[in-house]
């Protein structure tokens, strides 16, 4: 089994910065990829950001130039850094996980969610 335990989350001013975390451990074979994604109310939950094996990131257009995803390999653990905030940024944020597991080259994984709150 794998887990994901998520943090930093919180209130923050439009034009502030917050760190999220996302920590991943239990049985970790191959990691393909780490992502987040969010989900404001009463929207569906979409892409925010994601970075490969290989270190290829990509990020949806909205967050482009503001947030920057990173990994630290050894914890297992990667990072949503988002600066400049808006409150269209208000969200609940969700990490991913795409694993390689024994029986199929990938499986997601996603945390529990954490609540970013931008005021105006």
């Known amino acids: 089994q794998v887990q994901l335990v998520e943090s930093g989350g919180g209130l923050v001013q439009a034009g502030g910065s917050l760190r999220l975390s996302c920590a991943a451990s239990?049985?970790?074979?191959?990691?393909?990829?780490m992502a987040w994604y969010r989900q404001a109310p009463g929207k569906q939950r979409e892409f925010v950001a994601r970075i490969t094996r290989e270190d290829n990131t990509n990020y949806s257009v909205s967050v482009k130039d503001r947030f920057t995803i990173s990994r630290d390999n050894a914890k297992n653990t990667w990072y949503l850094q988002m600066n400049s905030l808006k409150p269209e940024d208000t969200a609940v944020y969700y990490c991913n996980l795409d694993l390689a597991t024994i029986v199929t080259p990938s499986k997601n994984y996603w945390g529990q969610g954490t609540q970013v709150t931008v005021s105006s």
């Open positions: 239990g049985s970790i074979l191959r990691i393909n990829a």
